[in-house]
């Protein structure tokens, strides 16, 4: 195990169960520790080295497959076979009795689960004949290769989707028409915080438009919102209109800021939270689904983060958003882009229904051909 005041040995690179994923490893954040040379065998694995982890995400595996060895701390067991070739028969195995739910039989621990030595040791591997174990082994490894290769050619073509809208979402905004004119955002809406509450808090009890709610969605999902306690009794100023947009104003999670949505119809009291900034427009020329369009638009959003100069903020504010740029059409010209961005975001999401439903269907693909396998079907 780690131990800081260890300092004698050579430093090395180390596996910890963050490194070891299914079937795989990531070695992109090694960490080093000091070994002695006494150590070296003991603490180290070699090529065809099972690798278990103990806690983390317990029994998930993978073999070592470099010809130099590498280093590993506790929370791993390493597992060499007698018969190497029951390695790669045992990380199917494991994998499958982890996809049905019952490797969990082997874990303790209420809270943090943990594949102990002595419930690894126990263990029982269903062992046929090595010329059957080659054999289903290799249909495995061929079926398991084909189904990666589809997988990530459905998941490069649900990338290739997203891109494809956000691409022509940016060119609508860009090839500006006669007429258009550009105004800032502050000139159109006015804006408002979203309110701040506490566990402690005494007062109106109301549904609260959240960091969680800011999906890939356009609109507000009204439909599942969370119902707080405030300070106090709410005025009407802090409660949200349908039309009314929402920004992630600061969050734990860089990717959310900016993040804009658009309120739908609302039932009843509805707020939001103190991460947001809500924007309420204040003249009838500017349609809101065109104006959530855009301030979506990937450029705006790069605007709204780096503030133009490539520095990331940690918060937005009132004073960024109002400098936005807004260009406006005509109100008819409005209508037509809506529509037409509508349009294809409809089939881009149809697209990636699709792949996802492919997606979902290689998993279980692959869960069937683990059954098989060791029901004897293969």
Same mark, same amino acid.
Request: hydrophobic content about 40%; overall charge neutral.
């Given at each position: ?25 990531? #070695? ?27 806690g ?75 010329p ?37 979402l ?48 356009y ?5 599942d ?8 009794a709410?005025p ?58 855009f ?66 269907? #290689? ?16």
């Open positions: 195990m780690l131990d800081k005041a260890k300092n004698k040995g050579v430093s090395r690179p180390y596996l910890r169960n963050l490194n070891v994923r299914w079937f795989e490893f990531d #070695l992109s954040d090694l960490l080093e520790m000091r070994f002695l040379p006494t150590e070296e065998a003991k603490y180290s694995v070699a090529k065809g080295d099972l690798v278990i982890c103990e983390g995400y317990p029994g998930r595996a993978a073999i070592w497959e470099w010809d130099e060895p590498i280093h590993f701390q506790k929370a791993l067991h390493r597992v060499r076979f007698h018969q190497p070739q029951h390695a790669k028969w045992c990380l199917y195995y494991l994998r499958a009795r982890d996809l049905d739910g019952t490797l969990s039989r082997q874990f303790s621990g209420t809270g943090i689960q943990h594949f102990t030595g002595e419930a690894l040791a126990r263990f029982e591997l269903p062992l046929p004949p090595l059957d174990v080659q054999r289903i082994v290799g249909i495995l490894d061929a079926a398991f290769e084909s189904i990666a290769t589809a997988k990530d050619n459905a998941e490069k073509n649900l990338q290739n989707a997203r891109a494809l809208f956000e691409s022509y940016q060119s609508v905004f860009t090839q500006r028409g006669e007429g258009w004119v550009d105004k800032r955002l502050g000139d159109l809406v006015t804006f408002r915080n979203g309110i701040n509450f506490t566990r402690s808090s005494r007062g109106d009890s109301v549904k609260i438009v959240g960091v969680r709610d800011f999906q890939r969605n609109w507000a999902p009204l439909d919102l969370e119902t707080v306690t405030t300070d106090g709410l009407d100023l802090d409660m949200l209109r349908e039309s009314d947009l929402l920004f992630v104003r600061s969050n734990g999670n860089m990717d959310l800021i900016g993040r804009s949505l658009l309120v739908g119809p609302i039932s009843g009291r509805v707020t939001h939270s103190g991460f947001t900034i809500r924007a309420r427009l204040n003249r009838g020329d500017v349609m809101p689904r065109y104006l959530c369009h301030l979506k638009s990937p450029s705006v959003r790069r605007e709204m983060v780096d503030g133009g100069i490539g520095t990331n903020i940690k918060s937005l504010n009132q004073g960024t958003l109002s400098a936005l740029a807004i260009p406006l059409p005509s109100a008819a010209e409005q209508a037509r882009i809506v529509d037409q961005l509508e349009a294809i975001d409809l089939e881009t999401h149809g697209l990636e229904s699709i792949y996802q439903q492919k997606l979902a269907a #290689l998993d279980e693909l692959k869960k069937s051909l683990l059954h098989q396998a060791f029901a004897g079907g293969l």
